[in-house]
């Protein structure tokens, strides 16, 4: 699977800029402030941080309950009840939860490096490079990255998956695992890894480079998109401008949000250079390359069943980004 470069064309970033500031200036005509009120799940240091950081977050035409979850998975967990009107999730996680009948659609996202997601060993382990993992116990997330990350790393390396063992575990447990040495390796993204790297000294023996798109979905429920477009679409290109803004400002985005999740600064710094995370516009080559993912995905067993990623997405929330 070929993995596009997440730098976009300056057209296309001209392009973000130009439909976020359209829609910041007309939206209030779009809607009544006391009439539409977005229920939006978020984490600490997530999507409200960023908005208030780039000061996008003030004159909203309408109002934002926001929701704050431990991970992901509860957001769309929230988002399948009716709960929350718009979240994100990684696309992987998102594809599952869709696959399951969850009635919610990908309307806007944004791209990471996939050199930020990565498999880790301790700094004294034998074990230099993927090869060496036959035999060996790997951590990750299920159904997710990184499973995903461990699948995709084991069949480029030419391992068959029986020759190794996944080890189910969340990050936070995963990290103790890998320094306890009850685990061999560990595939997570960031700021895991920078956080592992400069803390725990562990070393990194693979990445995602070329395995993996490393998309993070905005994602809307089918009730928000048919009843609060206006307010959702206003909310999606206020994310993708402050996105943008964060990347000309790392030093500053990474000290305010340590301040908030409490987790060091110099650890935020380098895993938002790492990641270099930019807005996306979900058009064709999106949707294809989220395809191929997906159909990987189906072959390791992550995923029931072949999906059409088409269905799951919403392009005309960003299709006038890309024009």
């Known amino acids: 699977m070929r993995i596009r470069s997440h730098a ?24 009544a402030a006391d009439a539409v009120v977005l229920r939006v799940g978020d984490q600490k240091g997530g999507n ?37 009107d718009v ?11 869709h696959a399951a009948g969850a009635p919610i659609k990908a309307i806007g996202g944004t791209r990471s490096d996939a050199r930020s997601q990565a498999i880790l060993v301790r700094e004294d382990s034998p074990i230099r490079s993927a090869a060496d993992l036959t035999g060996k116990r790997i951590a990750g997330t299920r159904g997710g990255w990184g499973q995903f990350l461990i699948c995709a790393t084991l069949e480029k390396a030419g391992i068959k998956p029986e020759a190794a063992t996944f080890a189910p575990l969340n990050p936070v447990d995963a990290k103790v695992a890998l ?6 390796a ?6 895991y890894v920078s956080f592992a790297i400069l803390k725990d000294k562990a070393r990194p023996i693979a990445d995602g480079a070329g395995l993996t798109p490393t998309i993070t ?32 400002h790392l030093a500053a985005y990474a000290r305010t949000t340590a ?7 110099d650890v935020l710094l380098s895993a938002y250079t790492a990641q270099r995370t930019s807005p996306i516009v979900i058009d064709a080559a999106i949707v294809k390359e989220i395809q191929e993912a997906s159909d990987r995905a189906t072959r390791y067993g992550l995923l029931s069943k072949r999906l059409d990623v088409g269905h799951a997405v919403d392009r005309s929330f960003t299709a006038a980004a890309s024009n």
């Open 87 to 97: 979240g994100y999730t990684g696309d992987l996680s998102f594809l599952t939860v």
């Open 179 to 184: 320094m306890a040495g009850s685990v061999d």
């Open 217 to 248: 979905f905005i994602v809307a429920s089918d009730s928000a998109i048919a009843t609060k477009r206006a307010a959702v679409q206003d909310l999606l290109n206020r994310l993708n401008k402050a996105r943008l803004w964060s990347l000309d």
């Open 48 to 84: 409200r941080a960023l908005l208030e950081i780039a000061g996008l977050a003030q004159d909203l035409p309408y109002r934002i309950v926001w929701s704050e979850f431990p991970a992901a998975a509860p957001i769309l967990e929230a988002l399948n009840a009716g709960a929350l």
């Open 259 to 265: 301040s908030l999740t409490k987790l060091p600064e």
């Open 186 to 191: 560990w595939a997570v993204w960031e700021p």
């Open 8 to 31: 976009r064309p300056v057209s296309v970033m001209a392009a973000f800029m130009l439909a976020a500031g359209l829609t910041l200036v007309s939206a209030a005509a779009a809607f």
